[in-house]
């Protein structure tokens, strides 16, 4: 019965919307001043003459901008809806992939469709594929032609027609100057990540169209979505129905939410490991589960689990990702420093549980990514105070993959480069005694995550809270408050 639930799963993630329904304004939600700018395109298709009466420019081309599944096509289509103009979509990848030559007249076909079927929106996705710097090394005839093919049709606008072209790109910073300029996609929207009010918005946009539990938190869910896109949060609720389905509901629960977020965060499960190795994956994590709860900078724990999953085969621990971080990808030295012990934290206690001898290769990864944290804070982002290094970036070894590294050591004189990996090696070693001794202080507490793993295989942020606040000492509480 399980199997068959994530069977399903999976198929939701490839259901397409139907094209064919009629999409409005009120189908997009969270995205900010977008609606409000495009409301001049709805008004050009509903009264033209009052438009051209009052001088504004007739608007030809509009560029949609923001990362994917922001819901830039939903966007279009509620344009199209709004305004009763035909929606003619498709994507300009299409274009570029097709035989040479083809490109241009399929261009040609594209706009001339638009003119009978006017008024009428075409709707071209991916627009960069097309539409980025022409000439140079990468220059490609096939797409140079194209690209002129679709300018030279909107130059040729009358201003009696009733086509408008939309375009959407997460590159706008590869796109051709020529394709901005006026009269051609003169108009530049934006469409964010929504934030935290606008992941609620969109939220329920989606569970309104189908009977959900009174008792579900919409901030809670906003909390813990964040970094999600609109396309993440509909899959989301689809996900959440599918679970609440196989178990007979119509009705979503919270816990049908929760479910289909776990499994976004990490995947459909992998077979159970031997009790053996099952005992040292609990190791590892409870400690990273611990040492995140106990660091102040570190963000709340949201799950642990020691089920092998697919986006993680040995366990693995999820903190509530920061908003501005993940936007910014800023750092700070307090953070990555508490991140390094964190990182640290399950070959520390591996040796205390096991001792020395006994410890096992299970941290392989975790140790590579000390080192690249570590990196982060002496060179890449030179945040230490060693005056024989200073604000000077250097190229240092880091991981490719399968626990190799890769000395990248071009241009970096050598008393610099011996300088920043002494002080990196210094910095390693004493956060790995720290949070040695941090988990040896809290040991009472690291066992009970441990023996609570084992049991339940999967504990939420707030079990451990309770855990780590009835059980670890009380210096390390203190100073997390
Ligand atoms: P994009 O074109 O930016 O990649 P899409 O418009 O294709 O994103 O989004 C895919 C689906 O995700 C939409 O059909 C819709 O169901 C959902 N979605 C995305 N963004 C939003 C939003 N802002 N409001 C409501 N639903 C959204």
């Not at 009733?162 to 901005?180: F, G, Y």
Request: hydrophobic residues 40%.
């Amino acid at each position: 019965k399980q199997k068959e639930a994530q069977r399903q799963l999976k198929n939701i993630k490839l259901m397409v919307t139907d094209k064919d329904e009629d999409v409005f304004f009120d189908d997009v939600a969270g995205i900010g001043d977008a609606k409000v700018e495009l409301q001049e395109i709805v008004d050009f298709f509903q009264k033209p003459e009052k438009f051209r009466a009052s001088g504004s420019r007739i608007p030809r081309g509009v560029l949609l901008c923001g990362p994917p599944g922001t819901g830039k096509t939903l966007l279009a289509r509620a344009v199209a809806g709004e305004a009763g103009a035909t929606f003619i979509a498709l994507n300009a990848s299409e274009f570029v992939e097709m035989f040479v030559g083809v490109g241009a007249s399929r261009v040609r076909d594209l706009f001339s469709q638009a003119r009978a079927q006017s008024p009428a929106i075409i709707f071209i996705d991916e627009i960069d594929s097309v539409g980025r710097i022409r000439g140079g090394a990468t220059g490609n005839d096939e797409r140079d032609q194209t690209l002129n093919q679709m300018l030279s049709e909107m130059d040729g606008f009358d201003s009696d027609l009733q086509v408008i072209v939309m375009a959407a790109t997460n590159r706008k910073d590869i796109l051709d100057p020529a394709l901005i300029r006026p009269g051609r996609f003169d108009r530049i929207v934006y469409v964010p990540l929504p934030d935290y009010f606008g992941r609620i918005e969109i939220l329920k946009v989606h569970l309104n169209k189908r009977p959900y539990a009174a008792d579900i938190d919409f901030h809670d869910l906003a909390f813990e979505t964040t970094g999600y896109s609109g396309a993440q949060l509909a899959n989301l609720v689809n996900m959440a129905a599918t679970v609440a389905a196989s178990a007979q509901r119509t009705e979503i629960q919270y816990t049908d939410l929760e479910k289909a977020m776990e499994y976004e965060r990490l995947g459909p499960e992998r077979p159970r490991y031997s009790d053996v190795a099952r005992r040292r994956i609990a190791g590892m994590e409870a400690a990273t589960a611990l040492t995140c709860t106990l660091l102040p900078a570190i963000e709340p724990v949201l799950t642990v689990t020691i089920v092998p999953r697919e986006k993680n085969p040995l366990g693995q621990t999820v903190v509530k990702p920061d908003e501005g971080r993940e936007m910014t990808g800023l750092w700070t030295r307090r953070y990555l420093e508490q991140q390094l012990l964190t990182v640290l934290s399950g070959r520390a206690a591996e040796e205390l549980i096991y001792g020395v001898d006994e410890m096992s290769s299970l941290h392989q990864l975790r140790l590579a990514d000390a080192r690249q944290i570590v990196s982060k804070l002496v060179v890449s982002a030179a945040m230490t105070e060693n005056a024989a290094i200073g604000p000077r970036t250097v190229s240092v070894p880091r991981p490719v993959g399968a626990g190799l590294m890769q000395a990248i050591t071009q241009n970096v004189p050598p008393a610099l480069h011996y300088a920043a990996d002494t002080e990196m090696e210094k910095i390693l070693q004493a956060s790995y005694e720290d949070v040695k001794a941090m988990l040896a202080r809290n040991r009472d507490a690291l066992d009970r995550i441990i023996e609570a793993l084992l049991e339940k295989d999967t504990l939420d942020g707030d079990e451990v809270l309770a855990i780590v606040e009835a059980h670890a000492c009380k210096e390390d509480l203190e100073s997390r408050a």
